[in-house]
């Protein structure tokens, strides 16, 4: 199992957006900014908003992927880790008038940089690898105006850190475990052109022996005891509203995540991060067209560095896990090609962001982070 997970993943990085997740999954809502909370997409909703593949109609298979080309440049030197694929495939079912099941299972978050190849012993060899896959079977409930979903999760993830600390190599390889969870979501039709819906998700608790307790072991003292292994996946919640005018969708959704309760990322300092989502989409006769935008502050804390405890935790969260990216752009487009079938495409560009911190109290100089991405989304969508 461990090894089909890992193969359905890129050998390399994967380096997510909103902190560690991926803005959205699927074509159309990547296009849209990373909606999904109450807008309709068929399937993929699976994957961001249960209630609603009790919209769907008959049985729709849709496999996607996803082209992540993150940008990582620390002291001026480019992460290795640069070119990764991001799996997804969902499926829903009408079972009758009322009840819908799907299932999902898709590539979900992750992040990482790989400087091994560098001659800058500043950058420590430094190479790490978070990699988070869920599995996820849902039902729901609808009728005319209110859609009920419910989806157990299950979570299998790695996570691998490396660095070579004053010409000692520190890291004992990858660590792998499984978490378990639950997505909860509902949706509720105002007007037949006006829906609001709302999401919950579980933590799921993570551990990942010999790796968060290895690299830190070497910063004992200025740290009283090394940090645990525990990199809780933290709890979500959200708002969304879909409005239909015509042809057009107009889309906004709302989300917090609570990076700073979750275990391990608290010990980092993350805080909670707030997630905005705007998409717009137009759609006639099987075609359409699709804009979003995404902004979500990152969820580092950029501690003054000028003492020792200071520095560390700077070094773990802008060297080797810098999450640090906040605006994406995106645009999309679909046709049907057959009754039956349909293809989509969507681009999510998000600028570079550039961050310099305080690594003195290390005797070290400071460390500047550029972060940038670029992704292409591709989906085959098959109903019958």
């Known amino acids: 199992m461990k090894r089909i997970t890992l193969l359905a993943i890129s050998a390399s ?87 819908s099941f799907g299932i999902g299972m898709f590539g979900s978050a992750g992040m990482g940089v790989d400087y091994r190849g560098s001659s800058n012993p500043l950058l420590m060899q430094a190479r ?19 859609s009920i ?35 909860t979501g509902a949706t509720y039709d105002i007007t037949n052109d006006f829906r609001v819906g709302l999401i919950y998700k579980s933590s799921i608790k993570m551990k990942y022996e010999r790796t968060l307790s290895i690299a830190s072991q070497p910063f004992v003292p200025p740290f009283s005891s090394a940090f645990a292994d525990d990199l809780e996946q933290p709890a979500e919640y959200g708002i969304g509203t879909s409005y239909n005018y015509g042809n057009f969708n107009f889309s906004f959704d709302y989300k917090k995540v609570k990076w700073a309760s979750a275990k391990g990322y608290k010990d980092f300092g993350w805080k909670d991060q707030d997630i905005y989502a705007l998409g717009a989409k137009y759609e006639q006769a099987g075609t359409w067209y699709a804009i979003g935008y995404n902004y979500a502050k990152n969820p580092l804390t950029n501690y003054a560095g000028t003492t020792p405890k200071g520095a560390v935790l700077n070094l773990f969260n802008y060297l080797m896990f810098p999450a640090t990216e906040e605006t994406h752009y995106s645009v999309g487009a679909g ?17 570079k962001k550039s961050i310099t911190t305080n690594l003195s109290g290390m005797g070290i100089p400071s460390l500047k982070v550029d972060h940038s991405e670029t992704s292409l989304t591709f989906s085959l969508k098959y109903n019958f």
């Open 13 to 99: 990085m994967l380096l997510a957006t909103n902190g560690d997740n991926l803005t959205a999954l699927g074509a159309k809502a990547r296009a849209m900014g990373g909606v999904g909370i109450a807008t309709f997409f068929g399937a993929e909703n699976t994957l961001s908003n249960p209630a609603l593949i009790g919209k769907s109609k008959g049985t729709e298979i849709d496999f996607g992927a996803t082209l992540f080309m993150p940008d990582v440049k620390a002291r001026g030197e480019k992460s290795s880790a640069d070119t990764n694929v991001i799996p997804e495939i969902s499926i829903s079912q009408k079972i009758n008038e009322n009840w």
């Open 128 to 146: 790490t690898n978070l990699l988070l896959m869920k599995f996820a079977p849902a039902i729901a409930y609808s009728n005319d105006k209110l």
């Open 149 to 183: 979903g419910f989806a157990p999760v299950l979570q299998y993830g790695s996570l691998d850190i490396s660095y070579n600390n004053s010409g000692t190599q520190v890291g004992k390889g990858s660590s792998d475990d499984f978490g378990f969870g639950f997505e």
């Open 335 to 351: 046709t049907k090609i057959t009754k039956n079938l349909s293809l989509g495409a969507s681009l999510v560009y998000a600028p």
